[in-house]
């Protein structure tokens, strides 16, 4: 949040409601990040806040062996979550920067952790969609819906979302000239086009539930109009 926050900088008062703590213990983590080295700026007053210096950069993160463990595990138990194949890549870079002793344990604790959670839909389907999401372009899918019938359809993807243990891929269908959810393991192929999608926002597809949010974990205001899912 501090790089984020640039040359504006931030507030104690806003890291706090960010972070579900208090304004105390945003300054005193503050303190202790300037005082291990972090180039930290700060500015008093009204419209003061705290920032990170161009260029600056934060202290290594350094994670224990059950915090190590548990990204393993939540990959591992879902490997048809989106960009699950990163996940995986990231969570071995982070295992590979640990020292030997935090590595050891990890792999003691990781070994008394089991799952049997095959893939619902094929790793190049998924590529595709995880591709077309990325790069905000069109896909074309094969589709077959609850009643059986197979559709090709250019959809422009707008997000992914799970519910129920199933995931969808919501996004503006061409052929409907509407916004639809597919349920991705009723998309038999998919490719990725060359044709930019044109816009469509999340605000189109409307609000989660209140149990339900984006993965970036921060929180957010009750919703006005739940919208979850129609297929």
Not at 95 to 112: I, Q, S, W, Y
Not at 181 to 194: K, L, N, P
Request: with cysteine.
């Amino acid at each position: 949040m501090l790089r984020r926050s640039g040359k504006r900088g931030v507030s104690a008062e806003r890291l706090a409601k960010e972070f579900g703590v208090s304004s105390r213990t945003v300054k005193r983590d503050l303190d202790a990040l300037e005082n291990s080295g972090a180039p930290i700026w700060s500015r008093p007053g009204p419209g003061g806040g705290y920032g990170l210096a161009p260029g600056g950069s934060l202290p290594p993160v350094s994670l224990s062996p059950a915090q190590a463990v548990a990204l393993m595990a939540a990959v591992s138990a879902a490997p048809d979550v989106p960009y699950a194949d990163l996940a995986a890549a990231g969570i071995r870079k982070i295992l590979d920067v640990l020292d030997p002793g935090t590595r050891a344990r990890a792999d003691e604790l990781a070994g008394r952790i089991w799952v049997n959670a095959p893939p619902s839909s094929s790793r190049k389907t998924r590529s595709a969609l995880e591709e077309a999401m990325a790069d905000q372009r069109v896909i074309r899918i094969r589709y077959t819906s609850g009643d059986g019938s197979t559709t090709t359809r250019d959809v422009e993807p707008v997000l992914f979302a799970s519910t129920n243990g199933q995931w969808y891929l919501v996004g503006w269908c061409r052929l409907r000239d509407a916004m639809r959810w597919f349920t991705v393991s009723r998309i038999g192929r998919a490719s990725v086009t060359t044709a930019a999608c044109s816009g469509h926002t999340v605000e189109e597809v409307g609000e989660p539930p209140v149990n339900a949010h984006p993965v970036h974990g921060r929180g957010r205001e009750s919703p006005s109009r739940p919208l979850w899912p129609v297929n």
